[in-house]
Nanobody
Framework: QVQLVESGGGLVQAGGSLRLSCAAS????????MGWYRQAPGKQRELVAS???????NYVDSVKGRFTISRDNAKNTVYLQMNNLKPEDTAVYYC?????????????????WGHGTQVTVSS
């Protein structure tokens, strides 16, 4: 079983910065893709950014140039540095991992999700 613990959300003024962290624990040999999704009230959950074990990144257009995703493979931790935050970035942010190779060297096909952390940007 894999557990994800997120931290770093909060309230910030427009133009400010926050850094989200998500640590994965459990029976883990490696993780292929780690990422962040967000869901605003009344909207569907959307992918914000993802990063593969080879450090290939992907961003939704609305955050390009403002957010940076990174990971520490030794710690099974993914980060999201969010700069120049805007009120439209307000949402619950969820950590996601997929492609987990567990301690028995089996590839787990299911996604794992964190409980979410609230990010609120005031204007």
């Amino acid at each position: 079983q894999v557990q994800l613990v997120e931290s770093g959300g909060g309230l910030v003024q427009a133009g400010g910065s926050l850094r989200l962290s998500c640590a994965a624990s459990g029976s883990i040999i490696s993780i292929n893709t780690m990422g962040w999704y967000r869901q605003a009230p009344g909207k569907q959950r959307e992918l914000v950014a993802s990063i593969t074990s080879g450090a290939s990144t992907n961003y939704v257009d609305s955050v390009k140039g403002r957010f940076t995703i990174s990971r520490d493979n030794a710690k099974n931790t993914v980060y999201l540095q969010m700069n120049n935050l805007k009120p439209e970035d307000t949402a619950v942010y969820y950590c996601n991992v997929r492609g987990v190779v567990d301690g028995t060297f089996r590839l787990r096909l299911n996604d794992y999700w964190g409980h979410g952390t609230q990010v609120t940007v005031s204007s």
